[in-house]
Structure formats: C-alpha cells, structure tokens
C-alpha cells in the first residue's frame, strides 16, 4: 500500500485537457523517512514508522528523540513483501504516486469552537414571528414525559469541527517531483498547514 505524509498548501484551480475548469488542493509531500520496522516476532504486528519534516533547530532535540529527530511520527500496518522491500533510513517521496491515480486523505478538519443545534446538526430552529422573542436558533425541547432526563446521545450544542475526517476517491492531477508537490482535484480536510495522511 502506497502510504506517505504531507502538509496542505491551500486551494487553487486546473484546466483539464477538455477546457473544463476543476478545483484542486496544493499538498506538499514528504519527503518521509523510515525510522523503524515493526515485525511480526518484536512488536506483534508488521509496520513501518516513518518520519516526516526534520527537525532542525538543535534546541528543539530532546533526548528521547534520538535517531528519530522529525516533527511528526507515524506508523502505517504493511504485508511482510512489503515490509521486506524498505531498510531503515530508506526515503519516501512524491514519486510513488502518478498522474491519474485514485488516493485517499485524512486528515483534522477546521475547528468551528462551541456552536448551537442549527448550525452543528442543522437543525429548523423556531419560528421567526407569531409569538417568538430571541427563540429562533434553540433547539426546543431536550426530553420527553418519561424517563424526566435528558437521554443520553441526544444531539445538543458543543464542540463542533476538529475532528479526523477521510476523503476518499481523490484523483491526483499532477504530480510535481521537483518541488513534491500532489496536486489533486477537490478540497481535503483542515486548513493550510494541516497535516495529511495520503494513502494510495
């Protein structure tokens, strides 16, 4: 499986061949490291770790960090063909992916804060006039007769975005080894900077 990190570098626009006008999502990708192979004997699963935007401000290093000097860690589950085929310190960059094909991202989407019931689950809200003041966004009642409380999963205002979300089915449009730029056609979650895991 074709796995690799990225950050998002915002939207922009494409012309297709057939003069059609597409949205697109800059990511820049990798380059990522391997840090560790986890086997089957040792850890109990098979992996790879991989290490993504180096570190390199000496006074960031911690000790802990050794070997492993890299802003961000991750860790995705392999085949054993697949696990054999890499060597620590291998490198993993935009050149595993071609134009064409079909991927998945995931990554946080944008936190909205705490938020009400029309705009967290879309809710009607009250009416706007015949005897209503200062109702129009609530969320009306909260439980019923019996049990006189109020049931647990009931949709109320909260937290709303922040959350990981995955977008399938994305179609890469251009790839650019040079600069390792994924340019790929529609929006991916988060906002500029966010953090992506881009699996083929």
């Known amino acids: ?8 570098l915002g939207m922009s626009q494409l012309f297709e061949q057939n003069g059609k006008l597409t949205p697109v999502t800059l990511i820049a990708v990798g380059p990522c490291y391997v840090l560790q192979k ?10 790879l770790q991989l290490g993504f935007k180096k570190i390199e401000k000496k006074n960031k290093i911690t000790k802990t960090m050794k070997g492993k ?31 064409g094909e079909i991927i998945k991202v995931s990554g946080r989407s944008k936190g909205k804060g705490f938020q009400g019931g029309v705009k967290r689950h879309g809710f009607h809200g ?13 969320i009306g009642s909260t439980g019923t007769r019996f049990p006189q409380h109020v049931i647990k999963g009931r949709k109320m205002p909260g937290r ?3 959350d990981n979300v995955t977008v399938k089915n ?19 979650p988060g906002i500029t900077s966010t953090l992506l895991e881009i699996k083929g």
């Open 1 to 8: 499986m074709k796995y690799i990190l990225g950050k998002k």
């Open 160 to 162: 709303t975005g922040y």
């Open 126 to 138: 009250r009416n706007a006039t015949h005897g209503v003041k200062h109702e129009q966004r609530t």
């Open 69 to 99: 000097e890299f802003g961000y860690i991750k860790e995705y589950r392999v085949s054993e063909p697949e696990l054999n085929k890499y060597n620590v310190g291998d490198e993993i960059n935009v050149s595993i992916f071609q134009e």
């Open 170 to 188: 994305l179609k890469i449009m251009k790839v650019d080894k040079e600069n390792n730029v994924l340019v790929v056609r529609g929006a991916v």
């Open 38 to 47: 986890m086997t089957k004997e040792k850890e109990g699963y098979e992996a």
